[in-house]
């Protein structure tokens, strides 16, 4: 997904979590999956993570995939709410300022638990010509598993990957060791 090489980043730790993108909506909404929400024209408020992360990348992809556009969602009623992080979605969705969440985190997710603990949850399917798009990008093919938060009934096609921890190349050596190492022999710690 990105213009040019990233000649500088260097990786240090690979595979730290496996993360699974996760879109869950309230039990209100009739949706069946992602590709509902343009087919139906619904009013869906979603949060949207800061420019810069994971989160949002993919939620620009995905807007892309099912031609949908900010303007037209709110012609609908409804819109793309600004969230800092998984914690303002939680807040958000708890107040019902937003009727979904869209997280690129590992199982179970912390606000996830949270959100569902205060309003009910559901999860959404992503279609499968996103998923083979984000997999030419280096994402692959997953599914939420049966059983995750006490909703997931079957398996639910989504996308995951591996996290990593990148450091600039002008981060000295043996900073990046003593960091990578920290995380290596204390793993069940972190």
Same mark, same amino acid.
């Given at each position: 997904p990105f213009d040019h090489p990233l000649t500088d980043l260097r990786v240090g730790v690979a595979n730290l979590t496996v993360n699974h993108l996760q879109l869950m909506v309230g039990p209100d909404v009739p949706l069946a999956? @992602? $590709?509902d929400w343009t087919a139906r024209r619904y009013p869906l408020r979603v949060p949207v993570d800061r420019v810069g992360t994971v989160d949002r990348l993919v939620f620009e @992809?995905? !807007?892309?995939?099912? $031609? !949908?556009?900010?303007?037209a969602l709110e012609s609908w009623g409804g819109g793309l709410v600004p969230a800092g992080n998984y914690n303002e979605q939680l807040s958000l969705y708890r107040d019902g300022k937003v009727d979904a969440l869209w997280q690129f985190m590992g199982i179970p997710s912390p606000s996830i638990q949270e959100a569902h603990a205060a309003r009910p949850i559901r999860p959404l399917a992503l279609p499968p010509d996103l998923i083979t798009r984000l997999v030419q990008l280096g994402w692959s093919a997953a599914e939420l598993p049966v059983g995750a938060y006490g909703v997931v009934t079957s398996p639910v096609p989504t996308v995951s990957m591996g996290t990593s921890l990148g450091f600039h190349a002008a981060v000295p050596t043996e900073v990046t060791f003593a960091i990578t190492a920290a995380i290596c022999d204390n793993a069940a710690r972190v």
């Open positions: 999956g @992602l $590709r @992809l995905a !807007l892309e995939q099912i $031609r !949908l556009t900010p303007v």
